[in-house]
């Protein structure tokens, strides 16, 4: 079975495959009710990736995504092996780390306005804030919590400051280390705001207020997001168990968006919604692993053994889903499978010369507008998703070709956001689950 990838005289084009459905009127939404962030219907944010405001192709930020994603893989790997107790160099807890887009939101009373990354790979809320001994350039101006009425430091007993992976106590307060694996870091003291996501003010918001902030990626924002299932997260302080998001191609002018609380799952009407249940990992509690059980490529169910994706005993392994990660990564035996079944189904010669940091491409046929491609099914425990080709296979004509969105990896598996693209993609942590509904995301 395949799919026919449309190619167009400009540098990067895709015949969009997925059909279009309408969407229902969502409600504005309204103020919080309580003192602790339960929301009485929810709130709606857009994103915009974090390259969106360069003069970029899409192919060329297909390539800077890439080589973040690199980095963000090594820092998984990172904290697997600190995890099973095998690396000895890795001396404080680390999470994930950055991400491939942006939110905005304000802080402090009166609400100051700052973009902040969005990660769903770790918890920690935080933003850099004076008076900073070490910060990178931010475009807004950083966070005096002095200027703010509603600012109140944690004290050390508090459950958040419990929940952290490392914590010391100073005069009563509660101070932090985050640290993200590749020696980039935050360091400062817990404290609660109220924080302003779209029309929605939140009171008592658990965040760290930086003022020693090192790292690569960090100055596309003025922090970071934590979405995890861990108890700093957005999501768990908001005391709403669901989210969910819906990210556009990277082409798109139209923006991504992020729904919280109760609207999360108001378009679920969009159209067929193919759920699989959570799995948790003691080991790293924080982090969205789903249930791979194999892949089908054309009308081929793949020779891969259902292990080769199993979360393991001392919590290596498995798959998980990452907004923060551009492509998806397959563990070294499964993706070295799956590329030997492509390059027999999309007879085309492939590409060994260009420079694209994709592992495998095709070199395009001359006069070309039509390309066909394989289907792409991965089946998740109760769900089997048919990615359109888009969300598999990147084109660059002014090049000559066609690649596999896809790369191997060592022990961990991660489900990318190209692949998550134009897809509703909710997330219940009630219920354990994680679903899938594809649509554009300018419906919703």
């Not at 160099?89 to 939101?105: H, S």
């Not at 640290?179 to 404290?191: E, H, I, L, N, P």
């Not at 799952?265 to 194999?294: C, D, H, K, V, W």
Request: aromatic share 8%.
């Amino acid at each position: 079975m395949a799919l026919l990838y449309s190619l167009c005289c400009v540098s990067f084009s895709a015949l969009v495959i997925v059909a279009l459905y309408v969407s229902p009127v969502v409600s504005t939404s309204r103020r919080v009710l309580g003192d602790y962030g339960k929301l009485e219907n929810g709130f709606r944010v857009t994103l915009k990736h974090v390259d969106s405001s360069k003069n970029l192709t899409k192919w060329e930020r297909i390539q800077r995504g890439i080589k973040r994603g690199n980095h963000r893989l090594q820092r998984l790997n990172a904290m697997v092996l600190a995890a099973s107790g095998d690396s000895a160099e890795v001396q404080a807890p680390i999470v994930a780390g950055n991400g491939e887009f942006l939110m905005d939101l304000s802080i402090g009373t009166p609400p100051n306005s700052y973009s902040a990354i969005l990660d769903t790979g770790s918890d920690l809320i935080w933003t850099q804030c004076k008076p900073c001994t070490q910060c990178f350039d931010q475009s807004t101006p950083i966070f005096d919590p002095q200027k703010s009425s509603t600012f109140t430091k944690l004290s050390c007993s508090s459950d958040l400051c419990e929940a952290l992976p490392q914590s010391t106590c100073s005069d009563g307060s509660c101070e932090y280390l985050y640290t993200y694996g590749d020696y980039s870091s935050t360091q400062g003291v817990m404290a609660t705001e109220t924080f302003k996501f779209d029309s929605v003010s939140v009171p008592n918001v658990g965040f760290g207020c930086g003022e020693d902030n090192e790292g690569d990626g960090f100055s596309q924002g003025a922090g970071l997001v934590g979405l995890g299932r861990g108890p700093l997260s957005l999501v768990s302080q908001l005391k709403e168990p669901k989210f969910s998001y819906c990210l556009t191609a990277m082409d798109e002018t139209q923006k991504s968006l992020l729904l919280m609380g109760s609207i999360a799952s108001a378009n679920e009407s969009l159209g067929e919604m193919r759920t699989t249940p959570l799995i948790r990992n003691p080991s790293q509690p924080s982090f969205y692993y789903l249930s791979l059980q194999g892949i089908t490529v054309g009308s081929t169910r793949l020779p891969i053994k259902e292990s080769t994706f199993a979360l393991e005993d001392n919590g290596s392994g498995g798959v998980i889903i990452d907004s923060g990660t551009t492509i998806t990564y397959l563990e070294q035996a499964a993706f070295s499978v799956l590329k030997k079944e492509f390059i027999l189904e999309m007879k085309l010669p492939v590409d060994t010369l260009s420079s694209t940091g994709l592992d495998l491409c095709f070199t395009l046929p001359s006069g070309s507008t039509q390309v066909e491609v394989p289907k792409l099914v991965f089946h998740f425990d109760g769900a089997d998703l048919d990615l359109p080709a888009e969300n598999y296979m990147i084109a660059d004509s002014s090049s000559g070709v066609i690649c596999l969105a896809m790369g191997g990896s060592s022990g961990m598996s991660i489900f990318g956001n190209v692949q998550q693209q134009n897809m509703l993609v909710v997330h219940d942590l009630e219920k354990e689950t994680v679903s899938f509904i594809q649509t554009q995301c300018q419906n919703i």
